[in-house]
């Protein structure tokens, strides 16, 4: 219940300006303002993910896109940063690639991280190795094929989680090599 309500404290706070607007225009009470404010804003975020599904809406996402890449400043950065994550398209996400164990100072090194296989460039390999524990951070290394330990039965989401916990649940990963 407490969750509820401090959950709902900052929901009304930041809509208070929309509230005040319709209270001040009528005689509503500041309850059912706040309701009939959160029940427009969902109608628009629905409205605008219907529009986006269709032609014209799919031609105005490509505009404003473009737009705000040429006005914002680092906003290309952000979108590919997103897209990379949650996926766009699987070809270009991080989370339709290979989860591995790679061996960072060559073959015979006893050191292992877990790392993401994101290209493969002949006998190198790319692997994206996350930071824990906050994941979108990491460092990117290229290493030679044979240092690179596949783990196909191992999901990406599951080598996430492993790197959010600061390496508890490892037990998967390195039973799996």
């Known amino acids: ?63 404003l896109d473009k737009g705000l890449a040429r006005f914002a400043p680092g906003y290309s950065t952000i979108r590919d940063i997103v897209v990379q994550f949650i996926g766009g398209s699987e070809a270009t996400s991080l989370l339709a690639g290979e989860v591995a164990l790679v061996k960072l100072y060559g073959e015979d090194s006893e050191l292992q991280v877990t790392g993401i296989v994101t290209a493969r460039h002949g006998d ?3 692997v994206f190795v996350p930071t824990a524990p906050v994941p979108t951070s990491g460092m990117v290394y290229h290493v030679p094929e044979n240092c690179v330990t596949l783990l196909p ?25």
Do not use: N
């Open 124 to 126: 190198r390999v790319t």
């Open 1 to 63: 219940m407490i969750l509820f309500q401090w959950l709902f404290a900052l929901v009304t706070d930041f809509i208070q300006p929309l509230t005040d607007l319709l209270t001040s225009r009528s005689e509503m009470r500041e309850l059912l303002a706040d309701g009939l404010v959160l029940i427009l804003l969902l109608g628009l975020c629905f409205s605008v993910g219907l529009l986006i599904k269709t032609g014209v809406g799919r031609w105005l996402h490509y505009w």
């Open 153 to 177: 039965d191992i999901s990406v989401e599951q080598a996430m989680k492993t790197v959010i916990a600061c390496g508890a649940g490892s037990q998967t990963l390195l039973g799996g090599a």
